[in-house]
């Protein structure tokens, strides 16, 4: 059994688990934060993607001690008491989610990807979520919610969000 | 735009209102499956078997049993002393729970080991041995019924061949009569293959197992909660698990698609050891078990017949399927229709003769086949017909386009009787394709493309113009198992005006909270964000069938309209009681009853609920509730048209699709964004199929692709931008004219882009393709026609 410290959400956690365990278990089942899900076994999904020392990463493909000393968010890290992240506010505005099981996912890879290229064009964002499977949406409105959030998180003026069906 | 009866602040049918789920969707608090965790919960996973098909000489579980914090290993015959080792299928077949002797499909549940954790439950399915004797599986169906194959059913009892079904629609001789007479017949045989529906959700369940109250609490993916329940009761009644005593929750699920319709071993084997130790037992699938066990779809085998005059007039149709259900009929098709709605295959075109027949098959693979995105076998039998239409224009030199115009059944024939005895509803093909073609500017692409032809470039233009049939369904024929295809709602208003709702449906990412609630303001005028709905808990909600097949607006959404007019009907006695008018004086606008001439003589919905507490009519019962069971007179019938240009590279044969125009009619729209987002996703569904996905297995029955490093989900690169838009032909017979769109897409997109790579393709002689077309495919196909 090995002892981890790290940062999640802003808190400073100290949680015993096994060398083996993954990172994404220790998430969901020690720390009881269930928003980050499990859509594989191979890494290819996306759904347990995590922030880590703003990085974004699949979090099955981690073990939990490597998490030793780092500072993780999650899904139920991003609203804050002045309400809900842009990119939160730009999947709910646009429709960007279905069965909302990628979503959480979806959203902090499209953190780090805003967060490096503040104003992507659709080509950027399409292949900057490409590590991340959504089998509901089409995707479409994911790139919509992720130019949204882009929108708003560097102040420019917010695109439409009513749907072009014509 | 759409036209709105209600206003913003109502919210009722055709406004875009955001999604009510997604709060807690885009917080991380869903409540899926895997998230639910209970005091002593014990965790299982599964012994699979390697091998297709084998005899099980030994299985010992001792090393596993050694492993601090294994509880139990649990094999078939241990099943078998409470007669647990065998489970009906929907399909009226029989689908071992844990085998006693032999393994049919590669990735069979061979035994289950109970752990303290996933961690220890993993470890102790490692150290099971079993000792296999493999034998020669059975994998292409046609050699399954040749005479020398190996019996794989000696279960059940007589079986001597491998042979499941026949099934037939249609008139043989008068369509043979057709044939035999007609200018022109293209006959076509196409595979439609086994692919997955693959949600990213895995299907899971916590069975929960009280042995004081002797009650069961199954929490479950499933999309049909109500009649899993009446299974479970069905099945294991004789232990004591009678329906009462079974609550069935369905939390949020994470897509469904199909295939969390049937119920899986797992499911079963959980709930057998939570009732024998009175534990919760975990059970959740990892991808690749997903991929390799459960939820195959499609599988068809078809050769398709067209038969027309030389000027492109079709007269008849002749289909002959071979299905391959693998291991057993595991489909989950209403009850009297072995090929679901395969008969819809005749397809938008205005003929009179048709002939279907289908054979379904036992092999060495996985059971099934889920109806995935798919009103049971729709998609199979729209990609046959807009196959050969395609194949048909050719032959007779005409422009799809044009031929699909001239064979159109017209708007002014519904309802239209169908050759295989369907009553199509409404439709407006015409308008459909025209305004697809508008979109597009469809005469300037042909003119790209001929100028692009002679500089050597492929380029491609394909068209689908489907019908398609949902909302199973009308119950003189349809049932499962017996029960009838009926959906349910229930609508408590509360005293200050506020309202619950439930349904016998299940959302899994449909966005019910939200559409229900619309329908329901449009009805009483109370506004949406004033209605919770709920569903899924068989304690609290109304029976009913499930979330499948498009099902969920034709049937719930209509009882939903249905209960809510019942409770508009008590809302106008009271505001008569209150406003001391006779009702027939009484004049409704969303959200009031006011007195005809005298408008500021009225009342709210709001103040005539509150009146049904506290000051209701002598005589009338109190309280503001309806329920309704809607079982509807017909099916709908939405259609639509789908255009698709692509581009495909001279050398690589990399396929873009540049453009994709899909304009659906599902009737009246009750909110445009979600119907929108259920096309774009349905597409999405449509291109991995035509371009990207399917299972593959090698001849002793492994599968090649059994996991998603190799199993091709489309990710947003490979999924274009889609470009949508609607026409709108209401259905004259349901409630709020609303027909279903959820499937549409999935069905009508495969054969848009099949036909337009063909078409890219005919330059060099091609006539059709099987999906998925690769790049590989398209190479392998010109070289062995030497065009390269």
């Not at chain 1, 949680?15 to 009881?32: A, D, F, P, W, Y």
Request: aromatic share 8%.
């Amino acid at each position: 059994m090995r002892e981890v410290r790290f940062k999640i959400n802003g808190e400073e956690k100290v949680v015993t688990v096994e060398s083996r365990t993954l990172l994404v278990h220790m998430i969901r089942e020690q720390l009881s934060m269930t928003g980050t899900h499990i859509g594989c076994d191979t890494s290819s999904c996306g759904a347990c993607t995590i922030l880590i020392d703003g990085k974004s990463a699949k979090s099955c493909t981690l073990l939990a001690v490597q998490a030793n000393g780092k500072e993780i968010i999650t899904v139920e890290g991003l609203a804050t008491a002045e309400g809900l992240h842009p990119i939160q506010e730009g999947f709910k505005e646009n429709h960007g989610l279905h069965c909302g099981f990628c979503t959480p996912g979806m959203m902090l890879r499209a953190i780090e990807l805003l967060e490096k290229n503040p104003d992507p064009t659709e080509e950027e964002i399409r292949w900057g979520i490409s590590g991340n499977l959504c089998r509901c949406t089409g995707y479409n409105n994911i790139v919509k919610a992720i130019q949204y959030a882009g929108a708003k998180m560097r102040g420019a003026e917010l695109p439409s969000t009513e749907p072009e069906f014509v | 735009m759409i036209k709105c009866k209600t206003s913003k602040e109502i919210g009722g049918m055709g406004h875009s209102i955001k999604r009510k789920e997604d709060a807690r969707f885009i917080q991380g608090k869903g409540n899926y499956v895997d998230d639910v965790k209970l005091p002593g919960m014990l965790h299982m996973d599964i012994v699979r078997s390697p091998y297709a098909y084998a005899k099980i000489k030994s299985i010992d579980a001792s090393k596993a049993l050694e492993i601090p914090g294994v509880v139990a290993v649990v094999t078939g015959k241990d099943l078998e002393k409470y007669n647990l080792h065998w489970m009906p299928t929907l399909m009226s077949d029989t689908q071992m729970v844990l085998p006693t002797d032999t393994v049919m499909y590669q990735a069979q549940e061979v035994a289950a080991v109970i752990a303290t954790d996933r961690y220890i439950a993993r470890d102790g399915k490692e150290a099971v041995v079993v000792e296999y004797e493999p034998m020669t599986p059975v994998m292409d169906p046609y050699k399954s019924l040749e005479p020398d194959a190996p019996v794989l059913r000696p279960d059940k009892e007589g079986k001597t061949d491998n042979h499941i079904w026949h099934w037939e629609a249609g008139d043989k001789d008068a369509t043979e009569k057709v044939f035999n007479a007609a200018d022109v017949v293209v006959e076509q045989d196409m595979y439609i293959p086994r692919i997955h529906v693959a949600s990213i959700e895995t299907c899971g369940c916590v069975a929960n197992y009280n042995k004081v109250d002797n009650h069961l609490t199954m929490y479950m993916t499933t999309q049909a909660p109500h009649a899993i329940r009446t299974v479970i009761a069905l099945v294991a009644g004789h232990v004591g698990l009678t329906e009462e005593k079974v609550r069935v929750i369905s939390p949020d699920i994470g897509g469904g698609f199909g295939g969390k319709v049937p119920v899986y071993p797992g499911y079963v084997i959980a709930i057998a050891v939570s009732f024998l130790t009175g534990v919760p037992i975990k059970w959740i699938e990892d991808r690749s078990e997903n991929l390799q066990a459960d939820s195959f779809a499609r599988d068809y085998h078809i050769k398709v017949a067209m038969a027309g005059t030389k000027d492109g007039k079709i007269q008849a149709t002749r289909f002959k399927v071979l299905a391959d259900h693998g291991y057993t009929d595991a489909s989950a098709n209403p009850s009297k229709f072995p090929t679901g709605l395969f008969s819809i295959g005749t397809g938008s075109y205005d003929y009179n003769n048709a002939f279907m027949e289908a054979d379904a098959v036992y092999t060495n693979k996985p059971p099934g086949g889920v109806a995935y995105r798919c009103s049971f076998r729709v998609t199979e039998a729209v990609h046959a017909i807009e196959r050969i239409t395609d194949v048909f224009a050719t032959k007779v030199g005409k422009d799809p386009a044009q031929l699909r115009f001239e064979n159109f059944i017209k708007k002014e024939d519904f309802p239209w009787k169908s050759p295989t005895g369907w009553e199509y509803d409404s439709g407006d093909y015409h308008a459909g394709l025209k305004k697809a073609m508008d979109v597009l500017d469809y005469d300037a692409l042909r003119v790209e493309q001929a100028e692009k032809r002679k500089r050597g470039e492929l380029m491609g233009i394909g068209i689908s113009t489907f019908t398609e049939i949902v909302g199973a369904g009308p119950s003189k024929d349809f049932d499962i198992l017996g029960i009838k295809m009926f959906d349910s709602a229930e609508i408590r208003v509360h005293p200050t005006g506020k309202a619950i709702a439930r349904f016998g449906t299940k959302s899994q990412g449909q966005g019910h909270e939200t559409t229900y609630a619309q329908i329901v303001a449009e009805e009483l005028g109370i506004p949406a964000a004033n209605i919770q709905i709920e569903e899924g808990d068989t304690d609290t909600a109304p029976y009913g069938l499930g979330t499948y097949a498009s099902r969920s607006t034709p049937t719930a959404g209509a009882a939903a309209a249905m209960a809510a007019r019942k409770l508009r009907d008590k809302a106008r006695k009271i505001a008569a009681y209150l406003l001391e008018v006779s009702e027939e004086d009484l004049e409704w606008e969303p959200g009031k009853f006011s007195v005809k001439g005298a408008p500021e003589k009225s009342k709210t919905i709001q103040e005539i609920v509150f009146a049904s507490y506290t000051n209701h009519p002598p005589g009338m019962e109190a309280g503001f509730e309806a329920t309704h069971y809607y079982d509807p007179p017909n099916l709908t019938f939405p259609s639509g048209a789908y255009i698709c240009v692509v581009d495909i590279d001279n050398e690589t044969f990399e396929i873009k699709v540049r453009r994709f125009v899909a304009i659906d009619d599902c009737g009246n729209i009750i909110n445009p964004m979600i119907v929108q987002g259920q096309v774009h996703g349905g597409l999405t569904q449509g291109i991995a199929p035509a371009m990207y996905e399917e299972l593959i297995y090698d001849d002793q029955g492994n599968i090649l692709n059994g996991t998603f490093m190799d199993y091709l989900v489309p990710t947003a690169v490979e999924s274009p931008n889609w470009e949508t838009g609607h026409t709108i032909t209401p259905s004259p017979h349901h409630p709020i004219g609303a027909k279903g769109v959820g499937e549409s897409p999935t069905v009508g997109a495969p054969p848009a882009i099949a036909n337009a790579i063909v078409d890219a393709l005919s330059v060099y002689g091609v006539e059709h393709m099987d999906i998925p077309i690769t790049p590989y495919k398209v190479w392998k196909k010109l070289k062995e026609m030497g065009k390269i």
